[in-house]
T-cell receptor, first 113, second 120 residues
């Protein structure tokens, strides 16, 4: 089955700087990679996703890149702001509607003022 | 985006009692829902896949007689923690997948707000 590894587990950056979180996956059949942001005690919120037929996707300050050959994908947050502080989870899943989403272990991002 | 309602948000119960948690998709139909458990400062661990009209599929190590799942309609799945014990205390989150009309929309999962269970 799929295994998703995520690092770093914690990340602290100065406000305004960029943050990068990296993930690797094991199942070459996985073709959809969402990223979730979870604030303390709240539900995970989808912030961006990428499908295996594209290599990069950008939405304002957030971008995700995917390298299918190497089986890794990354989240990039530019011009970080205090409200970006949260736990971020990467995930991988397959095409089937019954495919499970397998989450990475999470990265706790702290933005220093 | 689509809305998933989870109820209750918080429950405190005595050891030995059973607790039912509901997960509803409010504006879409979900043939598949998922139940996760999350311990403090840890990731979401998939417990089971809830399939409308059929038996749930449990992950390895999850007791199906302990965590009863029912998915009787396209908009409702329930998780019942039977004979709860303190070690069952955790944050339980459901998610639902939009049955969708497009090939890619099936991938997207929407999460409930979670239920914090405390067993005394």
């Amino acid at each position: 089955g799929e295994n998703v590894e995520q690092h770093p587990s914690t990340l602290s950056v100065q406000e305004g700087d960029s943050a990068v979180i990296k993930c690797t996956y094991s199942d070459s059949a996985s073709n959809y990679f969402p990223w979730y942001k979870q604030e303390l005690g709240k539900r995970p919120q989808l912030i961006i996703d990428i499908r295996s037929n594209v290599g990069e996707k950008k939405d304002q300050r957030i971008a995700v890149t995917l390298n299918k050959t190497a089986k890794h994908f990354s989240l990039h947050i530019t011009e970080t702001q205090p409200e970006d502080s949260a736990v971020y989870f990467c995930a991988g899943t397959g095409y089937s509607s019954a495919s499970k989403i397998i989450f990475g272990s999470g990265t706790r991002l702290s933005i220093r003022p | 985006g689509a809305v998933v309602s989870q109820h209750p948000s918080r429950v405190i119960c005595k050891s030995g009692t059973s607790v039912k948690i509901e997960c509803r998709s409010l504006d879409f139909q979900a043939t598949t829902m998922f139940w996760y458990r999350q311990f403090p400062k840890q990731s979401l661990m998939l417990m089971a896949t809830s399939n409308e009209g059929s038996k749930a599929t449990y992950e390895q190590g999850v007791e199906k007689d302990k965590f009863l799942i029912n998915h009787a309609s396209l908009t409702l799945s329930t998780l019942t923690v039977t004979s709860a014990h303190p070690e069952d205390s955790s944050f339980y989150i459901c998610s639902a997948r939009d049955r969708g009309t497009g090939a890619w929309t099936k991938n997207i999962q929407y999460f409930g707000a979670g239920t914090r269970l405390s067993v005394l």
